[in-house]
């Protein structure tokens, strides 16, 4: 907020994302199935897609997303000073989705698109297993290009966190590489989560090449960083982490993370869960909490338990964006 | 969705009300008082006023609600039959209505306003003590009419079910007055909720005529009834309904429900609650449980004990649609 009046203000981190508003249901697995659904991926769709899968959908509620835009939210739930770039249209979920990320504490002043396609919507199918199957239409997303990054915010910002699904439009792309040549420029940070593993399959050979040389803290989990590396275990593709990228945190569901920087690495255990509810966001709330821990100067065993409680806390809630309060979780790692 | 074809389908209960989507927040009493709400209330508000109070709410969720449309889709829940009519929009958050009624399983035809105000929403500021205050901009609500009103659906259904909140709109109270003459016209009964205790202050000497001379089964809380006979107990209230009410439920929170009907009298305990969430929603599945019960065949003790296992269920969650299966609760009447 304080952005707006005081472009030289410092913030934690700048996000680049899709601005999505997420519309949740469960749904059991014999409709994933019929529809044809790759359970468990992320999977672009057009227009009159999503509105054919909406109407088998079962009755559903509307909660902001964007994978990105889950992270910066809860950055500022937990004390950190985050903002937001991202394309909505000015219309009814547009309204919804900058409400939500604004009052959330992100400073957001990218300006909704007065016409072309409607703000972004994933459909998410949330199976008894607790997983979640995501059918994204981008909608006004793909209004987000390079005159989106200004200068001034992204050399306010420590770390500059770009979604891997960015990569998926050209314009988007550029985007991006705009904002690294700034922050790079002003002695700035580049963070990278790699979104989805197919998203990974599309993009593998550049996202090597941008890895190895232009991003200062990897973020994925297991299936990304195996599809990064074809790799077929993940001792395999942390060897090939070990060689290739400088930092790194590493995602494993019930089985941890694994942080890797230079030489140190620290295997972290996941969190407790007491109810299993919806996986949605749990890759998103890991990174908020271990860009957390780094900004307020945990060690990075901190940083990364941190990471851990905050994802152990989303899938124990319906949506992406926290319910209760994560400040508290702040206590168990200092 | 078998009416659109077959407009001579029976139906359990028709409902008649504002079409609505919630939108739910987190909310500390501080700013409750600040913003000079009535607590627990329902109060309307204009466009210009639920915009601001919308910037002065913490981040929500949107959920399709309206007090009648929550009781129908409860219904089909429940495996009732039911029916809706009530007016949005054609525009996002109306689309997100029609999806999430017809998605529950219940009949909805009416047809989107193409101009005119937004789909209606109501801002539910959610207070630590699980207590909900609403503000409600009625917007593409003031659309609903007699015409809306189609002779074959109410003729065609056991029970017209209508929302008190009507009556603060003259063409949506006609559409009452209409429905309810087609129904008694084809020997069907009509149900009426009081709806908000200020509704019925706004609407008193009506309601009394209504209740007594149009009404087969009325359903009220506690603040409403003592609000219609401005009586300063229940009990006293209580007397005024046997006098002039032929079937009444009548609810009171965690005292349970009072279900009066010629000279049968029986007092239902409330169903225990886990964890207390949110109050949203407790009158509405009160409501469906007992017309489920009633469609059912079952004595009145049995639909009491059926609306307060669905009243307890819905407060143990955000907002008003079940977001678990309601079904498994009529084994515990049977």
Redesign the interface.
Known sequence: MQIAQSPSAAIDVLGLGNAIVDVL??AEDALVAELGLIKGAMTLVDEERVEFL??R????????GGSCANTM?ALAALGGNPAFIGRVKA???GQ?FA???R??GVAFRSRPAVDGP??ARCLIFVTPDAQRTMQTYLGACVELGPEDVEEDLVAAAQITYLEGYLWDRPEAKAACRKATSIAHAHGRQIALTLSDPFCVGRWREEFRTLVEQEVDILFANEAEITALYEASTFDEALQQVRRHVRFAALTRGAKGSVVVRGDEVHVIDAAPVTRLVDTTGAGDLYAAGFLRGLGMGLDLAACGRLGSLCAARIIEQ??A?A?QPLRPLLDQVR
Request: hydrophobic letters at 45%; proline letters at 4%.
């Open positions: 249901a469960y909406y109407r959908m079962g009755p559903a509620r509307e909660v902001s939210a219309d009814q979920l919804v409400h939500d990320i009052a959330a409607a703000t319906f949506g964006r319910e």
